[in-house]
Nanobody, 122 residues
Framework: VQLQASGGGLVQAGGSLRLSCEAS????????MAWFRQAPGKEREFVAG????????SYADSVKGRFTISRDRAKSTVTLQMNSLKPEDTAIYYC????????????????WGQGTLVTVSS
């Protein structure tokens, strides 16, 4: 499966951005999706995840109440709506997919998008 992430950009603190991840390549019914991010000098960290079939979601504590992950099964697309952005949200955001259950460990994912840069200015 191929993943294409988009939607990053520059925004002021308190603003919003919407990231999208489009999947292609094979039937996308058994993949669970997640967003990770990696700030300069830091390890890649889990942001949010969603199960494809049921739509159950999971969030990192740092983004709960501000970010919302959703999926459009017809379009094989996962979206991350980011509100009330903070400078500490600045990072490259990656979407990832796996056929097993949602995981917060990046090493558990074999399928990755190319990343999209989000910069939040103070």
């Amino acid at each position: 499966v191929q993943l294409q992430a988009s939607g990053g950009g520059l925004v002021q603190a308190g603003g919003s951005l919407r990231l999208s991840c489009e999947a292609s390549g094979r039937t996308f019914t058994n993949y669970n999706m997640a967003w990770f991010r990696q700030a300069p000098g830091k390890e890649r960290e889990f942001v949010a995840g969603i199960t494809w079939n049921v739509g159950s979601t999971s969030y990192a504590d740092s983004v709960k109440g501000r970010f919302t992950i959703s999926r459009d099964r017809a379009k094989s697309t996962v979206t991350l709506q980011m509100n009330s952005l903070k400078p500490e949200d600045t990072a490259i955001y990656y979407c990832a997919a796996r056929t097993m259950g949602l995981e917060t460990r990046s090493a558990a994912y074999k399928n990755w998008g190319q990343g999209t840069l989000v910069t939040v200015s103070s």
